[in-house]
């Protein structure tokens, strides 16, 4: 059985830093790209960052550029680097993996359950 667990979320202030684990199971995942993404009350998920399967290429969401870095050990486990945190960051936050380098939700074959992030103003 193939699974996803995240880790790190938890409450922190304006302008403070996160950091998110994820590790994988259950297959291999060297081969595939892994992402993060979020969902807030209300709101669609949203694409925050993936990795493609080599580790060399990134690529963040708009919202996210410049304040979270993510990594991974090309292995089963992926890291989001999250600093500068706002209170537009608070999302329960999931990691995914797919064949695809995308940004769509729908194109991820494995998820995580997630883990909250909430940033207090």
């Known amino acids: 059985q193939v699974q996803m667990v995240e880790s790190g979320g938890g409450l922190v202030q304006v302008g403070g830093s996160l950091r998110l684990s994820c590790v994988g199971s259950?297959?291999?995942?060297?081969?595939?790209?892994m992402a993060w993404f979020r969902q807030a009350p209300g709101k669609e998920r949203e694409f925050v960052a993936a990795?493609?399967?080599?580790?060399?290429?990134t690529y963040y969401g708009d919202s996210v550029k410049g304040r979270f870095t993510m990594s991974r050990d090309n292995d089963t486990s992926a890291f989001l680097e999250m600093n500068d945190l706002k209170p537009e960051d608070t999302a329960v936050y999931y990691c995914?993996?797919?064949?695809?380098?995308?940004?769509?939700?729908?194109?991820?074959?494995?998820w995580g359950q997630g883990t909250q992030v909430t940033v207090s103003s």
């Open positions: 995914a993996a797919s064949r695809f380098f995308v940004n769509v939700p729908s194109k991820y074959d494995y």
């Open positions: 259950g297959r291999r995942f060297s081969n595939l790209a």
């Open positions: 990795v493609a399967w080599s580790s060399v290429q």
